[in-house]
């Protein structure tokens, strides 16, 4: 996403009509998870997993929002419905024909588009039996968007989500990306505001604007978790980004709802 042009604009609060129709993009989204949980395991693609999510969107009467995105300053569209990172890949994954290996983990990343409206949501799994210290990634990255989530309310503000999330992965002495982070999700996939996974300590920042959250806003919030250095690069198909150390990452989403109360998940089944 482009930094400065989300700082320029205003965040698009939702009315509750369109709040319903987000809540059934999310649950379509939902839907995807579930299939590609249940099919991931050692010697799958990750173009068999892409051919499972269109097929789920497909039934649902929805678009994959991914397929043909072509923000600004990339030099191709993106060309499958889902994103697929292996082990030290973290976002936007070109899935493949090469087979998941047992004991590495895979971040799965689906956007789906319903009368208009994005429900847009990640997870990270382990193929087949990992490692403990590769589990214990996982589990960070969830409890981060949980402590992420559960700051999401109306009278906080951006900067409480972001350092929410990044008290969780330094408390377990981990890192995040700079570049990266969560969004405005509604007719579009990347809308304002900027939802960082960290936020400068005791200073003002002129990287993202600090919005107030209200209801009726509704955002993507994104934990990304390094367990090496915090550098990052994207690769030769001017999309895939992964760790420079070549260590791995996890990546983790939901689409939420500001409201007057708790946060809404927009993408739970």
């Not at 939702?14 to 579930?34: S, T, Y």
Request: hydrophobic share 40%; charged share 20%; with cysteine.
């Amino acid at each position: 996403m482009d930094v400065e042009w989300c700082r320029k604009m205003a965040v698009n609060l939702k009315r509750p009509d369109e709040l319903i129709i987000m809540r059934q993009a999310g649950r379509i989204v939902a839907r995807v998870h579930a299939a590609l949980r249940e099919a991931v395991r050692p010697g799958i693609t990750g173009l068999q997993l892409d051919k499972i999510a269109r097929e789920v969107i497909a039934k649902h009467d929805a678009i994959p929002t991914f397929v043909g995105h072509h923000p600004q300053g990339v030099a191709t569209a993106f060309p499958s419905a889902i994103t697929v990172g292996v082990n030290h890949e973290l976002v936007h994954g070109i899935p493949s024909d090469k087979p998941l290996e047992e004991g590495t983990i895979v971040s799965l990343d689906v956007a789906a588009t319903y009368k208009g409206y994005v429900g847009d949501a990640a997870f990270t799994m382990g193929v087949g039996k990992i490692t403990p210290e590769l589990q214990h990634l996982i589990n960070v990255g969830e409890e981060a968007l949980a402590a992420g989530i559960k700051s999401a309310r109306a009278g906080n503000q951006i900067s409480d989500i972001a350092m929410s999330i990044q008290a969780v992965i330094e408390a377990n002495h981990m890192t995040m990306p700079r570049e990266y982070g969560g969004h405005g999700v509604g007719q579009q996939m990347w809308e304002p505001p900027s939802v960082p996974n960290w936020w400068p300590q005791g200073r003002r920042t002129r990287r993202w604007r600090n919005y107030d959250l209200q209801p009726g806003m509704t955002i993507a919030i994104e934990p990304m978790v390094l367990t090496g250095k915090q550098e990052v690069k994207t690769t030769s198909d001017h999309w895939t980004v992964v760790t420079v150390d070549g260590k791995p990452c996890t990546h983790v989403e939901h689409t939420i709802a500001i409201t007057e109360d708790e946060p809404l998940i927009l993408t739970l089944p």
